[in-house]
């Protein structure tokens, strides 16, 4: 439990420590390339589709849950200012910070070489850093996605009671299928961004 914790002081310890500069200069770079991403949004019945989540999972996974959760909540601000819909509702920010906070407390510091083996029929091995990329994803469609954004939308009455369960349906079929572009994404690209990350600055932080 103490080593579950001691990843939000360490998180916290990114904007005091000798990085702090490059914590803030990079998280700022990928909280802007989410709001570019937002821009591409796609609406459908009682869900939206976008890739903002790219931006959010490589934020927690280079600094962990303290600044994910805070940069998530960032992102919706931010992203309401840019483009407004409505009224402002906190609820959602918060529902934000909460995707920020999965990512940094699943694979923040996760990107060792540890191998594990996975039995699936063909043998294949997978490292730790990509079943953790991949838990990270379902943990936020299933509790964000799902579950947050469908109580959320359902207490503001974006969703009328009598359509709450049409509505979960919905989001389920939609998540399912943009779970097989989702997770591929993320094994390619979060272990890109993390190999640049090294090579740029040099630091590699051991596993927690």
């Known amino acids: 439990m103490k080593r579950f914790f001691n990843i939000f002081k360490d998180s916290a310890m990114e904007l ?51 600044i ?12 309401y200012m840019v483009h407004p819909d409505g009224a402002f509702l906190p609820a959602y920010t918060l529902i934000a910070m909460v995707q920020g906070l999965i990512y940094g407390i699943v694979v923040y510091r996760r ?22 990329i991949v838990a990270a994803r379902l943990l936020d469609v299933v509790i964000v996605n ?26 389920l079929a939609k998540n399912a299928l943009q779970l097989c572009a989702d997770i591929p994404i993320l094994l390619v690209i979060l272990p890109v961004i993390m190999g640049a990350y090294m090579k740029v600055f040099g630091k590699r932080q051991a596993a927690a």
């Not at 390339?33 to 280079?62: D, R, V």
């Not at 994910?68 to 992203?79: E, K, Q, T, V």
């Not at 954004?149 to 919905?170: E, K």
């Open 146 to 171: 799902l579950f947050l954004n469908t109580a959320a939308n359902l207490h503001y009455g974006f969703i009328p009671s009598q359509a709450y369960s049409a509505a979960i349906i919905a989001r």
């Open 111 to 132: 990107w060792g070489n540890i191998n594990i083996t996975v039995k699936n029929g063909k043998g294949k091995r997978l490292t730790e850093f990509a079943v953790r």
């Open 16 to 66: 005091t420590g000798k990085g702090k500069i490059t914590c803030i200069v990079m998280t700022a770079l990928f909280i802007a390339l989410s709001m570019s991403i937002e821009a591409f949004t796609i609406e459908i019945p009682f869900a939206k589709i976008n890739f903002a989540y790219i931006a959010i999972a490589a934020i927690g996974m280079l600094y962990g849950p303290t």
């Open 68 to 79: 994910g959760f805070f940069a998530g909540g960032i992102c919706d601000i931010l992203g």
